[in-house]
């Protein structure tokens, strides 16, 4: 059978209407005095992308609040809707979940834009494997240059008909999914290039016949906060989740109770806000924190003091699940700003353009370790850091699996530039916390921080304004 390429998309898809429109390129908002403030953050991506996979492969309706309205999450509902769920908005705020029927042949071929979301193109193929038919799936440019090789095996694995329509072990991809009710019980996946692969399988593993045994057989898998919050998810709904083994994970089968669900504020995109009052010697407070959590960014609590900075959590005094996380950034003798260089920063994942931006304003060396996979991201991160700091004017060391900054005592000022962002809403965010304190600097296509965070621009510019955004 020969089969055709799909066409691409036109990029951006997906992204919400109701972003405001802004000067490209955007000049990063300056500040000579302290940032001081309060922001209140939309809900996580990766939460609200499981949650909206599990609400739409449930037995019954659900009900989400706080669900993140990004790019990504967009994105993530029409795939579903492509596959027979559906989704009202209520004007409370409440996301109405009804799903799709599992077991099911689809009427007819269905095309799924990823965009550029991992979340969407790594976790969406085997929900298609739930339901007989055919699936063609595709995205931005970019995503087509984004790792799927090892989902590929793992869904062939599980009986799905694979063709890769471009280069082998990318998008786009026609999946065949009529034979999968019969395969296996496990598969055996290398994740070492992204755990999205292993979150992919796991996430609607509940729904299988046989549920699913998943065994990472590569050397480390990278953010392994990810997993364990697929893993949470699964279990606050109720699913056994075993891990007989380290790199061993088995979902069992069985039902899955429409749920309601409260998303969790994006803590890795509090990120570039909490580094704010770090760069200028302030003081940001993010509410609602929740006092235990899988999100990767709440590392932040343990990253941010080795910049220098005070970091207070004070738990709600009604609602003990969540508090306040207070940043206070180091100030020297004269009053001035005093970011201190971190040493090495081991495994920062998705956070490592904000601690790359804190790292080229700190006054000493910083080593971020243990970041290879982010080559595999929206862009190759390590690439474009080193690439837009040396716009900055400071030489970055890329290693394979590392970047090394050496600090402004041996790099001099930063000089204004007119950063690049490559469709990365981490690099957008990244040049912002840089531009507070290098006067000039504008930022290409801010708007891209849609992504995650369609109210980036309005959000920042209220806080470094010292309105409480
Ligand atoms: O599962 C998720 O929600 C994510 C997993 C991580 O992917 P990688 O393991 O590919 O880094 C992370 O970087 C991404 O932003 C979100
Ligand atoms: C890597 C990221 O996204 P994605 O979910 O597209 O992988 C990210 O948000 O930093």
Same mark, same amino acid.
């Given at each position: 059978m020969t089969e055709p390429t799909p066409p691409r998309p036109?990029?951006?898809?997906g992204a919400p209407s109701s972003t405001p429109s802004v000067p490209d390129p955007w000049p990063a908002p300056t500040t000579a005095g302290p940032v001081v403030g309060t922001v209140r953050l939309p809900g996580s991506k990766s939460l609200t992308n499981r949650l909206l996979v599990l609400a739409a492969i449930a037995d019954g309706p659900s009900e989400l609040r706080g669900a993140l309205d990004s790019r990504d999450t967009r994105l993530m509902r029409a795939a579903l809707t492509a596959l027979g769920a559906r989704?009202?908005?209520?004007?409370?705020?409440?996301?109405?979940?009804?799903?799709?029927?599992?077991?099911?042949?689809?009427?007819?071929?269905?095309?799924?834009?990823?965009?550029?979301?991992?979340?969407?193109?790594?976790f969406l193929p085997a929900v298609a494997a739930l339901r007989p038919g055919r699936v063609v799936l595709d995205g931005d440019p970019g995503a087509r240059e984004r790792p799927m090789g090892p989902l590929v095996d793992g869904l062939r694995q599980l009986g799905v008909g694979v063709t890769e329509a471009g280069e082998p072990g990318r998008l786009p991809l026609v999946l065949d999914t009529t034979a999968a009710a019969a395969a296996p019980e496990e598969v055996a996946v290398d994740?070492?290039?992204?755990?999205?692969?292993?979150?992919?399988?796991?996430?609607?593993?509940?729904?299988?016949?046989?549920?699913?045994?998943?065994?990472?057989?590569?050397?480390?898998?990278?953010?392994?906060?990810?997993?364990?919050?697929?893993?949470?998810?699964?279990?606050?709904?109720?699913?056994?989740?075993?891990?007989?083994?380290?790199?061993?994970?088995?979902?069992?089968?069985?039902?899955?109770?429409g749920f309601t669900a409260v998303v969790e504020p994006d803590l890795s995109n509090a990120g570039p806000f909490l580094a704010a009052a770090v760069?200028?010697?302030?003081?940001?407070?993010?509410?609602?924190?929740?006092?235990?959590?899988t999100q990767l960014g709440d590392r932040w609590r343990c990253i941010l003091p080795a910049f220098g900075a005070d970091v207070a959590f004070e738990v709600g005094s009604e609602d003990r699940s969540q508090g306040a996380l207070t940043v206070t950034g180091g100030v020297g003798e004269d009053g001035a700003p005093r970011v201190t260089g971190a040493g090495e920063v081991p495994d920062t994942a998705e956070?490592?353009?904000?601690?790359?931006?804190?790292?080229?304003?700190a006054e000493g060396p910083t080593r971020l370790?243990?970041?290879?996979?982010?080559?595999?991201h929206e862009t190759d991160r390590l690439a474009a850091l080193a690439a837009e700091a040396a716009r900055f004017g400071v030489e970055v060391k890329e290693g394979a699996d590392e970047?090394?900054?050496? $600090? @402004?005592?041996?790099? #001099?000022?930063?000089?204004?530039?007119? &950063?690049? !962002?490559?469709?990365?809403?981490?690099?957008?965010?990244?040049?912002?916390?840089? $531009? @507070?304190?290098?006067? #000039?600097?504008?930022?290409?296509?801010? &708007?891209? !921080?849609?992504?995650?965070?369609?109210?980036?621009?309005?959000?920042?510019a209220a806080l470094v304004g010292g309105e409480e955004a």
């Open positions: 036109s990029a951006p898809s989704f009202e908005d209520g004007d409370d705020g409440v996301l109405l979940v009804h799903p799709l029927p599992v077991g099911e042949p689809l009427a007819g071929e269905v095309h799924v834009d990823c965009g550029l979301a991992g979340t969407v193109m790594r994740a070492a290039g992204s755990s999205q692969f292993l979150s992919g399988l796991l996430l609607s593993a509940v729904r299988r016949p046989s549920g699913l045994t998943v065994r990472h057989t590569g050397s480390r898998v990278p953010s392994p906060e990810h997993v364990s919050m697929t893993v949470a998810v699964l279990r606050e709904r109720g699913v056994r989740v075993d891990i007989p083994a380290a790199g061993v994970w088995r979902v069992h089968p069985g039902p899955l109770a760069v200028t010697g302030g003081t940001v407070t993010v509410p609602d924190w929740p006092t235990g959590t956070l490592a353009p904000t601690v790359a931006a804190l790292a080229l304003l370790t243990g970041i290879a996979h982010l080559r595999g970047l090394g900054f050496p $600090g @402004l005592d041996a790099s #001099g000022p930063l000089r204004p530039a007119l &950063a690049e !962002t490559y469709h990365d809403h981490r690099m957008a965010t990244f040049a912002a916390v840089i $531009g @507070l304190r290098v006067p #000039g600097t504008r930022v290409h296509d801010v &708007a891209t !921080t849609a992504k995650t965070m369609p109210g980036f621009p309005a959000l920042w």
